[in-house]
């Protein structure tokens, strides 16, 4: 806190950082992506180390939802819950942008408070409504200290009037800071070496519930794969860590893993009864290479139109209405696998009909819910 206000006297910083230990960003990324998946329904984008906080969100009404995600390594001793505590609640108090954003300090200390409501919080949202008197209490020292801290800072003689300017600025904002939209969560089982797993359980339920994929042997095939993807997404994109990033994650970067994921667990080997001038591993290399090339850059109208048109197929051979479809459609779709060898740029038109025919169910439910 105090060096923070250094920073901003010092005009060395007039956003929100956090720290570059390589276990905070980690951290960081993935309470972002446990946050998007909770939600998911109510939001448009997501940020990760924006300008205003660790992790901002734009719902539906073009409101923020904004969190500040503070982790240690140590996170079961209860001495540290109360300067991270601190400087969360001081950086949501000076950057919120609407009176009614909701404010999220997500944790992985499980006990937020120290010996105060212990265990409480685990995978738990607590408004401060929810608090007890002695939490309520808590918060609004912490806001008082800093607003303490930065009059402090103001009546100093040794602070510049641009500096006073500042620092009044966010005493201002410190004094209408309403509590009652900040809530309170603990990642509890996330420590440094752990399997992550309350991320990976976060995101089974998002998949099985959100996007409806109800085949539990699918979710358990992607998930690993999907958590190291999303991860180091919400990792990189990191707008100070990086300024080349896209910086905002739609709804559609995040869906669009799932499908090539999925797609992915299929082998080129698979196909082999659909071609006649025979199969080696020499082409599955090249035919991989172009499903990489594919999956970058993602193609949901594509991904729509060839479930549309499988659907309204009518085979003349019932018995294998997908190999029929493929084998005569493939020449349509050819064009996103130009290739200068032509048996490998069919190969790879059928391989990725195959793949998504393969996977219709949860692809078609993927399109559906990606934007709901």
């Known amino acids: 806190m105090d060096e923070e206000i250094e920073l901003i006297k010092n005009s060395i910083l007039e956003d929100n950082d956090a720290s570059f230990a390589p276990f905070g960003y980690a951290f960081q990324a993935d309470a972002g992506l446990y946050l998007f998946c909770d939600f998911y329904k109510d939001v448009k984008t997501i940020k990760i180390e924006s300008s205003l906080q660790d992790i901002e969100m734009l719902d539906n009404n073009d409101h923020f939802i904004m969190a500040q995600a503070k982790a240690s390594q140590d996170p079961f001793n209860c001495s540290s819950f109360g300067s991270k505590l601190f400087d969360a609640l001081f950086s949501l108090a000076k950057h919120y942008v609407n009176d009614d954003d909701k404010l999220i300090y997500v944790t992985n200390i499980p006990n937020v408070f120290g010996e105060e409501m212990k265990g409480q919080f685990n995978d738990n949202y607590v408004t401060f409504s929810k608090l007890s008197k002695k939490a309520k209490d808590i918060v609004i020292d912490k806001i008082e200290l800093g607003k303490t801290k930065i009059q402090r800072e103001i009546d100093s003689g040794k602070t510049s009037e641009k500096q006073k300017e500042k620092l009044r600025l966010i005493f201002e904002?410190?004094?209408?800071?309403?509590?009652?939209?900040?809530?309170?969560?603990?990642?509890?089982?996330?420590?440094?070496?752990?399997?992550?797993r309350t991320i990976k359980d976060k995101i089974a339920g998002f998949l099985h519930d959100d996007l409806e994929i109800n085949d539990l042997n699918k979710i358990s095939a992607i998930i690993?794969?999907?958590?190291?993807?999303?991860?180091?997404?919400?990792?990189?994109?990191?707008?100070?860590?990086?300024?080349?990033?896209?910086?905002?994650?739609?709804?559609?970067?995040?869906?669009?893993?799932?499908?090539?994921?999925?797609?992915?667990?299929?082998?080129?080997?698979?196909?082999?009864?659909?071609?006649?001038?025979?199969?080696?591993?020499?082409?599955?290399?090249?035919?991989?290479?172009?499903?990489?090339?594919?999956?970058?850059?993602?193609?949901?109208?594509?991904?729509?139109?060839?479930?549309?048109?499988?659907?309204?197929?009518?085979?003349?051979?019932?018995?294998?209405?997908?190999?029929?479809?493929?084998?005569?459609?493939?020449?349509d779709y050819s064009k996103y696998f130009r290739y200068e060898n032509k048996n490998v740029e069919k190969a790879a038109t059928i391989f990725f009909l195959y793949c998504t025919l393969s996977d219709y169910t949860t692809i078609a439910k993927v399109l559906r819910n990606k934007s709901i």
Do not use: Q
């Open 173 to 196: 904002k410190l004094s209408k800071f309403n509590p009652d939209n900040l809530s309170f969560l603990s990642i509890s089982r996330y420590f440094e070496g752990c399997d992550k």
């Open 224 to 331: 690993n794969d999907l958590f190291d993807v999303w991860h180091n997404k919400f990792f990189l994109d990191s707008e100070l860590r990086n300024t080349n990033s896209k910086k905002t994650i739609t709804k559609e970067d995040f869906c669009w893993p799932i499908i090539t994921i999925s797609s992915l667990k299929h082998s080129p080997s698979e196909i082999a009864g659909y071609i006649d001038w025979g199969y080696d591993d020499v082409m599955g290399v090249e035919i991989n290479a172009l499903m990489r090339s594919f999956n970058d850059n993602y193609n949901y109208e594509l991904m729509s139109d060839i479930l549309s048109k499988y659907y309204e197929y009518s085979p003349t051979d019932k018995s294998d209405k997908k190999k029929e479809f493929i084998l005569r459609m493939w020449e």
